[in-house]
Antibody, heavy 119, light 108 residues
Framework: EVQLVESGGDLVQPGGSLRLSCSAS????????MNWVRQAPGKGLEWVSY????????YYADSVQGRFTISRDNAENSLYLQIHSLRAEDTAVYYC????????????WGQGTVVTVSS | SYELTQPLSVSVALGQTARIPCGGY??????VHWYQQKPAQAPVLVIY???NRPSGIPERFSGSNSGNTATLTISRAQAGDESDYYC???????????FGGGTKLTVL
């Protein structure tokens, strides 16, 4: 069974840092492209970042460029998102999502981890 | 940057057909994916590449895409179909995944 389990969400002060993790199981993690998507309270989905299966290609949304860093450890079946200089507008549920083989779309999502930025 | 436009809400009578549009410039030239999200749950892929259903998604869900509008169609709407629905495309110019703002489907 495919599983994606996020962790690392917390209440953080503005300007703080956080590292989110996504643990994958039930599939060959190293074969899949992965993404982070977030959802602010009461708002829609916002794509955050993409990483290729090998980790060699990375993209970021303009809203997080320079503050967020995506990475992966294929040996540990894990995806990460390092977040710096947190702002109130970064408050959201953060989901990791797998891209389906053979053509985009996000076919499996984790249940999300909550990041709250507040003083 | 590329933008996708969805109505905030769509209503459908129980057992009737719901159509949820997703507008974007020349969206017909892109692959459109659709997600269903129920309250406090993660999104679920219901249609990929315009009109393909993942395993486990009922045949009642279908999609189309042409010109400047893609459409998610839900036939014989059920109470359990009440959810938020999001369309998504890849914007190669910006190397961004783009989501529509989401549509809340109400089954009356």
């Amino acid at each position: 069974e495919v599983q994606l389990v996020e962790s690392g969400g917390d209440l953080v002060q503005p300007g703080g840092s956080l590292r989110l993790s996504c643990s994958a199981s039930g599939f060959t993690f190293s074969n899949y492209k992965m993404n982070w998507v977030r959802q602010a309270p009461g708002k829609g989905l916002e794509w955050v970042s993409y990483i290729s299966s090998s980790g060699s290609t990375i993209y970021y949304a303009d809203s997080v460029q320079g503050r967020f860093t995506i990475s992966r450890d294929n040996a540990e079946n894990s995806l990460y998102l390092q977040i710096h200089s947190l702002r109130a507008e970064d408050t959201a549920v953060y989901y990791c999502a797998r891209e389906r083989l053979g053509g985009a779309a996000f076919d499996f999502w984790g249940q999300g981890t909550v990041v709250t930025v507040s003083s | 940057s590329y933008e996708l436009t969805q109505p905030l809400s769509v209503s459908v009578a129980l057992g009737q057909t719901a159509r949820i549009p997703c507008g974007g410039y020349n969206i017909g030239g892109k692959d459109v994916h659709w997600y269903q999200q129920k309250p406090a749950q993660a999104p679920v892929l219901v249609i990929y590449a315009d009109n393909n259903r993942p395993s486990g998604i009922p045949e009642r869900f279908s999609g189309s895409n042409s010109g400047n509008t893609a459409t998610l169609t839900i036939s014989r709407a059920q109470a359990g179909d009440e959810s938020d629905y999001y369309c998504q495309v890849w914007d190669p110019t910006a190397a961004d995944w783009v989501f529509g703002g989401g549509t809340k489907l109400t089954v009356l």
